[in-house]
């Protein structure tokens, strides 16, 4: 399977932010939101100048495609982790930035989803976050100025792979500090943004933006949640509550990604826009509904299906466009045909 699914089975901000948006509360429906420090949105500056340039430039901007996809294809185990390999097969991994970058991918990110100290510590590496991630940065940064410099380095921070507290048992605070040192190594290595994606909790979320916030004041911040079948979160978060809490906690773009398909991501991006219509919005979804064959994932969304579901997103107010789980420069190459050719 993609790298997010065969993890997930292994395993607010004060005031106004505790309130539900979106007709629910709390993380999940219910539960309220932590406090933890004031979350604003990063200032004007250097730290985020080519961000802003980007965005300002281009009316639909292509992200990268899978990651994982294209490391099992190259011969990556079930199990193993994904971010060993910025060490033991770097050509491997620059292969498949530079495969995104010739498709016309101009956000490409790092090969670090699972680089927190608790996903590592499942396989002894929890003490290696900041030379897995500070490599995964480098390794990208080269490819980019290979390629003329003009893509964005995006730093990928992936959900912790614990449950917050009351529901599970990882404190707040302690998570905060998990986003915020695999953050700092991403910084460090010299990333241009950091993309949290593929969450499910709003109380994790924030802490992953406090995170990031400690490790930088400044830098520009993507995120991205999950949302199934049903229109929610597996927390139960809709796409309103997302989108307005996440706007109130500083994100700089905001949308969905995985999830079963772009059917379903088309809805989220529709419904975002619904209720924040200056927001940036993102789509990031899936090649359609993963098979499973000889234990590994399959998604059947063909390069030309996938172009046609991008230009829906884009219609439905996506100003960022990419693929998930199951695309591969194939497809980024036929959806930057149809988005920007």
Known sequence: MDERRSRRERRGGAGSAGRDPGGSAGSGPEAPLPGGAPLHPATPGPANARWREMLASEPTVLADGAMGTMLFSAGLQFGDPPEVWNLTQPEIVRRIHRGYLEAGSRIIMTNTFGGNRLRLSLHGLERRVAELNQTAAVLLRAEVASAGGRALVAGDIGPSGAILAPTGTLDYEEAVDVFAEQAAALVAGGVDLIWIETMSDLAEIRAAIEGVRRASADIALVTT?????????????????????????????????????????????????????????????????????????????????????????????????????????????????????
């Open 225 to 341: 949640m999950t949302f199934d079948t049903r229109g929610r979160t597996m927390m139960g978060v809709t796409p309103e509550r997302a989108v307005m809490a996440l706007a109130e906690w500083g994100a700089d773009a905001i949308g969905g990604n995985c999830g079963n398909g772009p059917d379903e991501l088309v809805r989220v991006v529709t419904r975002m826009r619904a209720v924040a219509p200056t927001a940036t919005l993102v789509a990031k979804s899936n090649a359609g509904m993963p098979e499973l064959v000889d234990m590994r994932a399959v998604y059947r969304s063909a390069p030309s299906e996938m172009a046609i579901q991008a230009r829906s997103m884009r219609d439905a107010g996506a100003a960022i466009v990419g693929g998930c789980c199951g695309t591969t420069p194939e497809h980024l190459l036929a959806m930057a045909d149809l988005l920007l050719g």
